[in-house]
């Protein structure tokens, strides 16, 4: 379970967080959406004690960040969104480390190290360093390491980034079999379509302030169903129908031809913001 | 307080392991051309307090090296800051500040160690043999404890790799020379002995030089060691705490 209220967070002059309540149950799947430079690297931060709050306050399974930093850690693992395995190190040392880091026994770190390669689908790369692994195979020891001490929440900043579709979805595959197990799960990205895919429940976050927040079905339908692009004096416009019925009725009264297309998340985002995700 | 700090040093272990034959190799470049040039070429014939030249040169090297080992754990920590994150791994682990800060200090202290063994195998290739009593082991411990502690410290405070090396030009390389190492301090004029005084590294070479003669080092240069690394360990504490932005 994570709780935040009121985060603020302010660099020198710049105000990065404004302000930012959540609530996220234990076993949920919960997307932080936004453009580059909304905060979201900025919250992950702050809930894993990376950076300090400036006010308000987070709490991971009702330990406070601040207070009870080091019980507060214990609750999560986290997958950074810049590639950190220890290149020197081979798959199984980083994995180790990690283990130590959380106080395990050494027998529980080299089953549940085997376990985990096991699920990734690694196993045969335990001894490989971590160098020698390809964009996609990092990505999943990552997530493999985060699971190492058995947290209750993961983090995944920005997981798939960098990855290209099929290893994206493998990632995608391998996020929704982690939160099948209960472990209640964070995830920042910006690509509409991973959020849409993976997420229970989804917060927009534009410029430090979190502008809406619901499951995705609910966030899409606040806008419409069904959406017409039309490109206008080099601009491109987007309107929004309830049913196919009216998307279609105002076709036939226009000269020009569109393309009719279901409503998804990023029409929802750049209804409410007024901004593409990039 | 500092349940975790094996995890940090058996992570530094771990890597040196990986690069050991490396790491013995470029530990045995510079002593072995001072010993060499100065010791055997240049100062063959020279008599330095009673013993050769090369006598006189291997503690001054222990002290040098085991500073200069002991301080480049804040290469590896830059590097795994700056280009690899890592050090996120280990901030956002339920250890303290100060088990991260002992695991890399004793890491530093290992590098220093091994630079040292390295050192005497040398001195026992040119033949020299000396008197190498806990007195003397004592004397390393404490300057590669300062050394490691400062490195620390330091790798918290620069903002690039490039500002470490700086550092390592305008700081451990004029002291590297300037310590003792190579020259009887008391040679200089009184003004610039004070000075020299100053540096942790005069103490270190002064104290690993009497051991190693069999004579009795001054107690309060292990205590101006000591101090020091107590200091500068708390103020790796400090700048660890620093860190988060």
């Not at chain 1, 493998?170 to 509409?192: C, E, N, P």
């Not at chain 1, 490109?231 to 020009?256: H, L, N, P």
């Not at chain 2, 043999?129 to 490195?151: E, K, M």
């Not at chain 2, 300037?178 to 002995?193: C, I, K, N, S, Y």
Request: hydrophobic share 50%; net charge positive.
């Amino acid at each position: 379970m994570i709780r935040i209220e009121s985060l603020k967070k302010n660099y020198k002059k710049v105000q990065a967080l404004k302000g930012v309540s959540l609530h996220v149950p234990q076993g949920q799947l919960f997307a932080y959406l936004g453009p580059n430079g909304a905060g979201k690297t900025t919250t992950i931060r702050i809930l894993t004690g990376l950076t300090k709050l400036t006010s308000g306050a987070a709490f991971l399974n009702g330990y406070h960040i601040e207070k009870d930093t080091l019980a507060a850690k214990r609750q999560f693992g986290l997958v950074p969104q810049s590639a950190n395995l220890d290149q020197e190190l081979t798959v199984f040392e980083n994995l180790d480390v990690h283990g130590r880091l959380f106080h395990m026994r050494r027998k529980d770190r080299r089953r549940k190290i085997d376990e985990l390669l096991g699920y990734i689908d690694l196993l045969d790369r335990k001894g490989t360093p971590s160098k020698q692994l390809s964009g996609g195979m990092k990505r999943r020891v990552m997530i493999a390491r985060a699971l190492v001490h058995s947290p209750k929440i993961l983090f995944l900043d920005e997981p798939t980034v960098g990855l290209d579709a099929k290893i994206r979805r493998r990632i995608w595959a391998l996020i929704k079999k982690i939160q099948q197990s209960g472990t209640t799960i964070f995830l920042t990205t910006h690509y509409i379509e991973e959020a849409e895919f993976l997420a229970d429940r989804v917060a927009f976050l534009d410029e430090g302030i979190i502008v809406a927040i619901d499951t995705p079905r609910h966030l899409i339908s606040r806008i419409g169903a069904w959406a017409i692009d039309r490109v206008s004096q080099g601009e491109m416009e987007t309107q929004y129908f309830r049913t196919q019925e009216e998307a279609r009725a105002y076709i036939a009264e226009q000269e020009d031809s569109f393309s009719l297309r279901r409503v998804n998340l990023e029409d929802a985002f750049l209804a409410l913001t007024g901004k593409k995700v990039k | 307080m500092i349940q975790g700090w094996h995890a940090i040093y058996y992570r530094e272990l771990l890597i040196l392991r990986r690069r050991l034959t490396r790491m013995l190799a470029s530990m045995s470049v510079s002593p072995l051309l001072y010993l060499i040039a100065f010791g055997y070429a240049m100062g063959g014939h020279i008599q330095v307090e009673g013993h050769s030249y090369t006598e006189f040169l291997i503690p001054g090297l222990v002290a040098m090296s085991s500073m200069t080992q002991a301080f480049g754990i804040a290469s590896e920590i830059n590097i795994a800051r700056f280009y690899w994150h890592i050090f996120e791994e280990f901030q956002a682990a339920p250890i303290s500040n100060m088990a991260y800060v002992t695991g890399e200090v004793l890491a530093g202290m290992t590098r220093a160690l091994m630079a040292v063994c390295v050192i005497l195998l040398l001195g026992a290739l040119f033949g020299v043999f000396l008197s190498y009593t806990p007195l003397f082991w004592l004397a390393i411990l404490l300057n590669s404890f300062v050394f490691a502690s400062l490195a620390v410290a330091l790798a918290m405070l620069v903002k690039s790799h490039a500002d470490q090396a700086m550092i390592n030009s305008f700081v451990i390389i004029p002291m590297a020379f300037l310590g003792g190492t190579f020259f009887p301090v008391e040679r200089l004029p009184m003004w610039a002995q004070k000075l020299l005084a100053l540096l942790p590294l005069t103490h270190a070479a002064k104290s690993i030089r009497a051991a190693a003669f069999g004579q009795s080092p001054a107690p309060v240069s292990y205590g101006i060691l000591l101090g020091l690394g107590v200091v500068f360990f708390l103020a790796a504490f400090w700048c660890v705490n620093r860190a988060r932005d």
